[in-house]
């Protein structure tokens, strides 16, 4: 199955149809990446998803060649030449031998958390591994479809992953936080994908009196921590019922509870404030 998931895309400055979609194009050279989640026909955190592909750019040294502006200007187009209002739309910069880019722009198929996700959480597993660059969201096939294996055998939302120190850095795609008390934790960013979620909850926790820290936690002590949530432009902010066989109360914890509302309300106001 095709990853492009509607009826058009754009290939550089061209409207195709989706049966002219060359997935081999995303197992070439390298590709800088970003998901972005469309609401109300509007792109969510447009602006900092932008930075953060100009972040992956500069710590993979690899040129764009197109604008902030120019970007924005396609992913508009892609939103209204396919009249969707709801999904996720992937842009890509595709680098290749012989100076042969490809930029792409494409609808892939989402799947958020139901209602009862949130009220209860979800179940993960551990997944011992780690990104070949933490901070640039590169695609990488053949991990991703390593971790995928595992949680759809374990029946799982989502792997956390472990370093080989033994420590949680982030989820296999989405980022995560664990409470502690009143104290709220995630891995240092320098072990991680600059979450665009992830930073927003971050200065949502600080504007609300909340104290984030950026720390190395050790898998083993997980069973001392009160709660854990997952981050990212699907999930949002989702509790975490179980890692393996360790079980935890996260949505019924009022650190969760109070970040999940404050994250609702920035995502209403970013999308009543898109211009």
């Not at 209204?80 to 739309?89: C, D, F, L, M, R």
């Not at 984030?212 to 949530?229: G, I, T």
């Not at 990212?232 to 066989?245: A, F």
Request: charged residues 30%.
């Amino acid at each position: 199955m095709s990853e492009c998931f509607s009826k058009y895309f754009i290939c550089n400055s061209e409207v195709k149809e989706s049966e002219e979609f060359d997935e081999n194009i995303l197992h070439k050279g390298k590709s800088l990446y970003e998901v972005i989640r469309i609401v109300d026909g509007k792109p969510l955190f447009l602006d900092k998803h932008l930075a953060r592909m100009n972040n992956s750019s500069r710590v993979s040294k690899l040129n764009l060649w197109l604008s902030k502006d120019q970007v924005k200007e396609k992913i508009l187009q892609l939103i209204k030449i396919n009249k969707v209002s709801i999904g996720n739309i992937k842009f890509l910069f595709n680098f290749q031998q012989e100076n042969t880019n490809i930029f792409m722009c494409y609808f892939v198929k989402h799947h958020y958390p139901n209602l009862q996700d949130y009220e209860n959480g979800v179940h993960t597993i551990l997944y011992h591994g780690e990104r070949e660059n933490p901070n640039a969201k590169i695609i990488n096939a053949d991990f991703r479809t390593m971790v995928d294996k595992e949680i759809v055998s374990s029946n799982a939302f989502e792997a956390i992953l472990v370093d080989r120190n033994g420590h949680i850095t982030e989820g296999s795609k989405s980022n995560i936080f664990m409470i502690k008390g009143k104290n709220v934790l995630t891995a240092p960013l320098k072990d991680v994908l600059p979450g665009v979620t992830r930073n927003v909850i971050m200065d949502l926790c600080k504007k609300n009196g909340m104290d984030v820290k950026e720390e190395k936690v050790s898998c083993d002590s997980l069973e001392n921590l009160d709660a854990l949530f997952i981050s990212g432009t699907s999930p949002k902010v989702l509790p975490i019922r179980s890692i393996d066989k360790i079980n935890f109360k996260s949505a019924e914890n009022e650190v969760v509870l109070k970040i999940m509302k404050a994250y609702d309300k920035a995502l209403k106001d970013d999308i009543s404030n898109f211009i």
